[in-house]
C-alpha cells in the first residue's frame, strides 16, 4: 500500500496538516500549489514537487484537492491542465474542498469516462481536527473506491462515514454547515442579550452551558465573542461559500430553509461590512 | 435549617420532584396544589396540606412556587388571598417558574414593604434534572437571600449560579431559551434536509453530532424528529411563553434579534396547527 502515489493540491492550513499526516504514513506524496513557499515547506520534509497539476496527474495513483471555492475545483479538475485531461486509468480522484453536490457528481461522471474512480470527501474539525488527524470525513462515490480510500482516510481522521453515492459527502457537510448557520445567531443573540440587560455574561454561560442550550459554538465561541476575539478558526467568507452553496442546492429543490436564509443575509452583512476575513463568531458585531 | 418549614406551591412535573427532594432532605413540607390529587400524592409522603395560599403563607418560612405561565405567578403572588398579602416578616419568597424579570423585580419590592424578601431562581434541566436533583438553577435577587436558599437550592440542583439582583434569574433563563431557539431552526433543516436530498439521516447525524455542528438538542432531539417522536419533553406552549417574555423584553430594550423572531414565528405557526402540546422538537413538522 505504501507504494501507492498520492498526488495532493492545497496546502492551505487544513491541506498542509494533512499532507503532513499521509508523509509520515510513509506515503509517497506529489504536490503542486501555486505558491512556491508551501511547496518548499512541504517538500523539506520528503514530498515531491509536480511541475504543474496535469503532471502531477500522470504521476500518481490516488489524487486529493483541498482548495478555497468551487471555482478553484472547477480549475483544477476540468481545465487544459487539470486533473481529469491528465490521469490515469485506474486513478482514485478525491476531493476533500467543501463544494457543490453538484459539482462532485459531475466529476465522478467524467472520471467514469477515463476509467477513474472520484470521491467527494469534505471534512470538518478544522485547523485542529487537521493538524491531529482527528478530522470528521464524510464521503459520497462508489463504495468500492470509499473502501480503497479509506486506509488514506484513516491517516487524517477519526470519524470517517461513508454518506451514500456522489454528491452525498458534499449534501452531509451541507448539513453541517445548516445546523451550525442558525445555531451561530441563537449564541449571538443568547450573549448580546446578557450583555444588555447587565447580566455578567461570563456567569450567564456558567448557568447556560451545560444544559439544553449547550452547543460546540456556546461553548467554543461564545467566550471569543466576549473578549472581542475575532481571529479566524473558521473564516467568516468560506461560511458564506458554503451557506450559499446549500442555500442554492435548496432552491433547485423548492425547499423552504428560513433559519439558513436569515443566517446567510447576516453574514453577507457581516462581510459588507469588512470583516469577511474574520471568524465566524465575528456575527456578534451586529449585534453590538 | 430542618426546623425551616417550606411552602411548595406548583406540583406539576417538575415541581413534583423538586418537592420530594426536599421532604427526602428532612424540610417540613407544606403544599398546595390546585388538584386535590396532586396534594394527596405528595401528603402521603410525608408533606402538610394547607387549605389555600394564604394560610400556606401564614405558616411558612420560606415559600417555593414554580407554576405555569406569568398570570398563574401574579395571581399566586398579588390576589388577595395571595402570598404577598398574607406573609409573615421575614419569609423567603422563591420564584422558580420562568416568568418575566419586570415580575420579579414587582415581587421582591413588594416582599420588601412586608419585611420579606424575594428571590426568582428559575431553572433548566428538564423533568430529568428535576428527578435527579441536578437543575441548572439561576438566581437573581438579594445576595444574603441567595446565602439563605442555597442550602435548599442544593438538594434540587447541581449548576447554581447567583446571577445579580432581582429579575437577573429571569434574565439568564431568556438567554437559554434564546440560544435553544434559534439553534432548533437548524437542527430542524439539518434534518430535513439530509432527508429530502436522500442521505440517510441517521448517518448524517453520526457525522455531525461530535463537531462544530454538535448540540444538546441535535444529539438528544434530531434521533426523535426522525424517529418521528413529538412527545414532549419540553411543550411547545411553555417554549412560546418564554420567547414571548424574552421578546417583549428585546422591544422593550429597542433591540433586534431576528433569531428569535422567526423561531416564535415559527413556533407560533407549529401552535396554530394543533401541536402546542407536542415537545419541542415538533417543530420538525413544518419541514416534513
Same mark, same amino acid.
Given at each position: 500500500?505504501? #507504494?501507492?502515489?498520492?498526488?495532493?493540491?492545497?496546502?492551505?492550513?487544513?491541506?498542509?496538516?494533512?499532507?503532513?499526516?499521509?508523509?509520515?504514513?510513509?506515503?509517497?506524496?506529489?504536490?503542486?500549489?501555486?505558491? %512556491?513557499?508551501?511547496?518548499?515547506?512541504?517538500?523539506?520534509?520528503?514530498?515531491?514537487? @509536480?511541475? #504543474?497539476?496535469?503532471?502531477?496527474?500522470?504521476?500518481?495513483?490516488?489524487?486529493?484537492?483541498?482548495?478555497?471555492? %468551487?471555482?478553484?475545483?472547477?480549475?483544477?479538475?476540468?481545465?487544459?491542465?487539470?486533473?481529469?485531461?491528465?490521469?490515469?486509468?485506474?486513478?482514485?480522484?478525491?476531493?476533500?474542498?467543501?463544494?457543490?453536490?453538484?459539482?462532485?457528481?459531475?466529476?465522478?461522471?467524467?472520471?467514469?469516462?477515463?476509467?477513474?474512480?472520484?470521491?467527494?470527501? %469534505?471534512?470538518?474539525?478544522?485547523?485542529?481536527?487537521?493538524?491531529?488527524?482527528?478530522?470528521?470525513?464524510?464521503?459520497?462515490?462508489?463504495?468500492?473506491?470509499?473502501?480503497?480510500?479509506?486506509?488514506?482516510?484513516?491517516?487524517?481522521?477519526?470519524?470517517?462515514?461513508?454518506?451514500?453515492?456522489?454528491?452525498?459527502?458534499?449534501?452531509?457537510?451541507?448539513?453541517?454547515?445548516?445546523?451550525?448557520?442558525?445555531?451561530?445567531?441563537?449564541?449571538?443573540?443568547?450573549?448580546?442579550?446578557?450583555?444588555?440587560?447587565?447580566?455578567?455574561?461570563?456567569?450567564?454561560?456558567?448557568?447556560?452551558?451545560?444544559?439544553?442550550?449547550?452547543?460546540?459554538?456556546?461553548?467554543?465561541?461564545? %467566550?471569543?465573542?466576549?473578549?472581542?476575539?475575532?481571529?479566524?478558526?473558521?473564516?467568516?467568507?468560506?461560511?458564506?461559500?458554503?451557506?450559499?452553496?446549500?442555500?442554492?442546492?435548496?432552491?433547485?429543490?423548492?425547499?423552504?430553509?428560513?433559519?439558513?436564509?436569515? @443566517?446567510?443575509?447576516?453574514?453577507?452583512?457581516?462581510?459588507?461590512?469588512?470583516?469577511?476575513?474574520?471568524?465566524?463568531?465575528?456575527?456578534?458585531?451586529?449585534?453590538?
Amino acid at each position: 500500500m505504501k #507504494n501507492t502515489s498520492i498526488g495532493f493540491i492545497g496546502l492551505g492550513v487544513m491541506g498542509k496538516s494533512m499532507a503532513e499526516h499521509l508523509l509520515k504514513a510513509g506515503y509517497q506524496l506529489i504536490v503542486w500549489a501555486r505558491t %512556491p513557499s508551501k511547496v518548499r515547506e512541504i517538500t523539506d520534509r520528503g514530498a515531491l514537487p @509536480a511541475d #504543474n497539476t496535469a503532471e502531477l496527474a500522470r504521476r500518481c495513483d490516488i489524487i486529493i484537492t483541498i482548495v478555497g471555492f %468551487p471555482k478553484d475545483v472547477e480549475e483544477v479538475y476540468f481545465s487544459d491542465n487539470g486533473l481529469l485531461a491528465n490521469i490515469r486509468p485506474g486513478t482514485l480522484l478525491i476531493d476533500m474542498t467543501t463544494s457543490s453536490p453538484s459539482l462532485a457528481r459531475r466529476i465522478a461522471s467524467i472520471a467514469l469516462k477515463h476509467g477513474a474512480q472520484a470521491l467527494d470527501a %469534505p471534512v470538518s474539525g478544522g485547523d485542529k481536527g487537521a493538524q491531529e488527524a482527528t478530522l470528521s470525513i464524510m464521503v459520497g462515490g462508489d463504495q468500492t473506491a470509499f473502501d480503497r480510500a479509506l486506509p488514506v482516510f484513516r491517516t487524517m481522521g477519526k470519524n470517517i462515514v461513508y454518506q451514500g453515492p456522489s454528491g452525498s459527502g458534499q449534501h452531509c457537510k451541507l448539513c453541517n454547515q445548516i445546523a451550525i448557520a442558525s445555531n451561530m445567531i441563537g449564541v449571538c443573540e443568547a450573549v448580546a442579550y446578557a450583555a444588555r440587560v447587565g447580566l455578567d455574561p461570563k456567569k450567564m454561560l456558567t448557568s447556560i452551558s451545560s444544559g439544553a442550550a449547550a452547543s460546540w459554538s456556546l461553548n467554543n465561541l461564545a %467566550p471569543r465573542m466576549l473578549s472581542g476575539n475575532f481571529d479566524p478558526g473558521f473564516y467568516v467568507k468560506h461560511f458564506i461559500k458554503d451557506m450559499t452553496i446549500a442555500s442554492e442546492s435548496i432552491d433547485s429543490l423548492k425547499l423552504n430553509m428560513p433559519g439558513l436564509d436569515l @443566517a446567510l443575509r447576516l453574514y453577507r452583512k457581516l462581510a459588507e461590512q469588512g470583516y469577511e476575513n474574520d471568524g465566524t463568531q465575528a456575527l456578534y458585531r451586529l449585534y453590538q
